[in-house]
């Protein structure tokens, strides 16, 4: 069935690799990175936000990812990204999600600490592993869009008290990656992010991996990462690759046939993605 990212990202964080969470929006891209993911003994996580959740419909989601986590014996973690509403979360962990992630960065500190507490002590009741962010990563992520002068990176000192405080499972850091497409190449603060890793012992999560150069993404692996969001870098060539279908064939009514490169394309670039992070053949 599928799994919490408890231990994936605990196996990651020891042997210094990093797990791809890729956003997927339906059936084509969920199969894109599971095959993917298949193909290299990969552990997945598969990231819907609460957009994704209202538009494909949390039962379907669940089954599609229970189906996939039944059929091939890599672990899977269908994972809840971004929430900002309680109420969503505890519904969604009510229809099977075993990893979410509240997002209350947008808040006051102390605010951030509260909500994020209460979601972890609900959710470890059904072994729900939680992830919450500190600092605010800036960008356009599902209806939000955040200006990168109201974005934080995040305080070392602070995070180890917000994780002691809160008890969570993994952390989102802010260091210098943004949401979506980067206008120029984003600089990415390592030195933050190895003193955050030496100071705190659990896995750390960088977003907005979409745009990263490689060498970039496997730095923020070496000094500390152990999970990576990718949503942009999907949608994009998913995209493209039906818009290409039909130029060349503009009367294609057959999903079957204009969706099929679109998942291929999906599989291929999750497939580098995956070697990026080095989670191939860990499992
Ligand atoms: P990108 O769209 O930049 O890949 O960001 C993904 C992300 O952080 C999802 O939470
Ligand atoms: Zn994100
Ligand atoms: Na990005």
Request: hydrophobic share 40%; proline share 4%.
């Amino acid at each position: 069935d599928i799994v919490s990212n408890r231990e994936m990202l605990i196996e990651a964080r020891k042997n210094k690799y990093a797990v791809p969470a890729f956003n997927i929006h339906n059936l084509e891209t969920m199969k894109g990175v599971i095959e993917a993911a298949y193909e290299l003994r990969s552990p997945l996580m598969i990231a819907t936000t609460p957009g994704t959740v209202k538009y494909a419909g949390l039962e379907f989601l669940v089954a599609m990812a229970r189906a996939a986590a039944k059929k091939y014996d890599i672990p899977i973690a269908l994972h809840l990204d971004h929430c900002t509403d309680v109420e969503l979360l505890k519904q969604c962990i009510q229809a099977g999600y075993k990893s979410v992630m509240i997002d209350a960065s947008i808040k006051s500190y102390e605010e951030n600490i509260s909500i994020t507490r209460e979601v972890v002590k609900y959710s470890h009741r059904y072994e729900v592993s939680v992830e919450a962010e500190l600092g605010l990563v800036g960008g356009q992520e599902d209806d939000r869009d955040i200006d990168e002068k109201d974005t934080t990176l995040t305080d070392p000192h602070i995070a180890l008290d917000f994780i002691q405080r809160t008890n969570v499972d993994s952390l989102a850091v802010a260091i210098g990656t943004a949401h979506g497409v980067y206008k120029s190449e984003p600089k990415l603060d390592f030195e933050r992010l190895s003193k955050i890793n030496s100071m705190v012992s659990i896995p750390l999560v960088l977003h907005g991996a979409s745009g990263v150069p490689h060498e970039s993404v496997i730095k923020a692996v070496e000094n500390g990462i152990s999970k990576v969001n990718i949503a942009t870098e999907l949608k994009i060539p998913f995209a493209e690759a039906i818009k290409e279908y039909f130029k060349e064939n503009p009367s294609a009514n057959d999903p079957r046939y204009y969706l099929t490169p679109a998942k291929d394309m999906v599989k291929k670039i999750a497939m580098e993605k995956i070697r990026v992070c080095g989670s191939a053949n860990r499992y």
